[in-house]
């Protein structure tokens, strides 16, 4: 495809439920990053993939988060028994490796726990 | 990476320059300044990047001060679809290094 693309568009969770939201970059785009955004608020990190090596997991909130980048392409973040407090839009972006100037953002996936 | 900061919130009036601030008093000799923006619903968008000199694009110019401690987005015919979130960041232009966003300024642009 043209661009970024995520998958589901919406999820509604039940509070205790896992759920895994996908990511497939820009085709050829080695760096690939996660990032979580609050109500109101901006994007903040995640993780952080060059090819299928995840080199970068400090945003990620606690070990209930799990990313995974098994071929360097598609991503899968995963969520194990979710709570209220996850409910965001979880982004995904990439870019080129060697520049780090410009990151496609997808439209993001918008999770709600109720 | 340096903190910047940013107005929450301007009004632009349709087709005229807007003009969106930020000051990043600690920035790195090798940090950049870049502007991506939020339209609602949608993910950020590139929008441009500079080290020290002006740019300019098709999208906006992007002024940095000689001492690099502010600079300035411009676009200068706004219209109703730049209506947005605008995020200025300062960040080491490396593959690895991930976005810093702050709050931004929600640009309003009225007809």
């Known amino acids: 495809g043209a661009g970024v693309s995520q998958s589901p568009r919406y999820k509604v969770a039940k509070r205790g439920q896992d759920v895994a939201l996908r990511c497939d970059p820009i085709s050829g785009h080695v760096s690939l990053f996660w990032y979580q955004q609050a109500l109101g608020q901006g994007p903040e990190f995640l993780t952080y993939?060059?090819?299928?090596?995840?080199?970068?997991k400090s945003g990620l909130p606690s070990d209930r988060f799990f990313a995974e980048r098994p071929e360097g392409s598609v991503s899968t973040l995963k969520i194990q028994r979710t709570q209220q407090e996850d409910s965001a839009v979880y982004l995904c972006a990439s870019s080129l490796w060697d520049r780090g100037d410009e990151a496609f953002f997808g439209q993001g996936t918008r999770l709600t726990v109720v | 990476d340096a903190k910047t900061t940013q107005p929450p919130s301007m009004d632009c009036a349709e087709g005229r320059a807007a003009n969106l601030p930020c000051n990043h008093s600690?920035?790195?000799?090798?940090?950049?300044v870049y502007w991506y923006r939020q339209i609602h619903s949608q993910g950020p968008q590139y929008i441009i990047h500079g080290l020290k000199n002006n740019e300019t694009n098709e999208m906006a110019s992007l002024i940095i001060t000689e001492d690099r401690k502010s600079s300035t987005l411009i676009l200068p015919h706004a219209t109703l679809r730049d209506t947005a979130v605008y995020y200025c960041?300062?960040?080491?232009?490396?593959?690895?290094?991930?976005?810093?966003f702050g709050g931004g300024t929600r640009l309003m642009v009225k007809p």
């Open positions: 960041i300062v960040r080491v232009n490396n593959a690895g290094n991930m976005l810093t």
């Open positions: 993939f060059q090819n299928e090596a995840q080199l970068d």
């Open positions: 600690t920035i790195s000799g090798n940090e950049y």
